[in-house]
């Protein structure tokens, strides 16, 4: 993967990784490698490798990042399934500009498809693979299909809980935490609305939607998640440039 850095163009990994292998076991057939913004540290897409990625809905508005390109051919019909990665939002970004569903898993669910050249693997990043696709059901069958016996073997440091169906699947009434701003990034009048929509509808399905504030957004953002990216004042990165 060469992260949309030509340093890395024409470095390939030696293997498959675990992910990708218990796909292709599962049945899968992986058949292309899709577009990514320089360094993945983007909400863009674009590199200068590939160039620009953009939207299949409207080519004068962006894919999203930094799984970009997978949103992009997700939503265009190229792909019934894809694979993104998320720390802060590529896979969830891509899917809400294309208009296909998205999971990021949480943290240590499943393990990084991505050799990122050690600029973006440090404790401080939790980098979660994730699927793409254009309904909830698709997203289900494939944490369904990965998270099988073989992945637990191949990675042991994946806590070895299976998919439960009896969760996916159940009727009951569900207690969610919801915000529409966590005061430190302010959404679009767009996003604010998604949200109550979406609270509504959850609340005449019977749930229970409760308001939560995200505490120290800016400290978290600034202090522990820039910080933790470039402890070594951004060498690494500028390196890799």
Request: proline share 7%; hydrophobic share 35%; with cysteine.
């Amino acid at each position: 993967m060469h992260c949309g850095l030509v340093h890395f163009l024409g470095t390939l990994d030696a293997e498959d990784s675990v992910v990708v292998h218990v796909l292709k076991k599962q049945g899968a057939i992986p058949f292309v490698k899709t577009n990514v913004p320089q360094s993945l540290i983007n909400f863009d897409c674009s590199n200068s490798i590939y160039g620009q990625t953009l939207n299949p809905h409207n080519h004068r508005k962006t894919c999203g990042g930094s799984s970009g390109g997978e949103g992009a051919l997700v939503a265009g019909g190229g792909a019934i399934l894809g694979v993104g990665t998320d720390v802060l939002g590529s896979i969830r970004m891509p899917c809400s500009f294309c208009g296909i569903c998205g999971l990021k898993p949480s943290g240590d669910r499943l393990r990084s498809v991505l050799n990122m050249g050690n600029y973006l693997q440090t404790s401080a990043t939790v980098n979660m693979p994730g699927p793409m696709a254009r309904d909830v059901d698709s997203l289900a069958l494939f944490m369904r299909a990965v998270l099988c016996d073989e992945l637990f073997q191949l990675d042991p440091t994946i806590p070895p809980i299976p998919f439960r169906d009896e969760i996916y699947k159940s009727t009951k009434r569900l207690t969610i935490g919801f915000y529409d701003t966590d005061g430190y990034f302010l959404p679009h009048p767009s996003a604010r609305r998604a949200i109550q929509e979406t609270k509504a509808l959850l609340e005449e399905a019977g749930h229970k939607l409760v308001p939560f504030t995200p505490p120290r957004i800016e400290y978290a953002l600034n202090e522990l998640c820039i910080r933790g990216f470039f402890a070594d004042g951004g060498k690494t990165l500028a390196e890799k440039l």
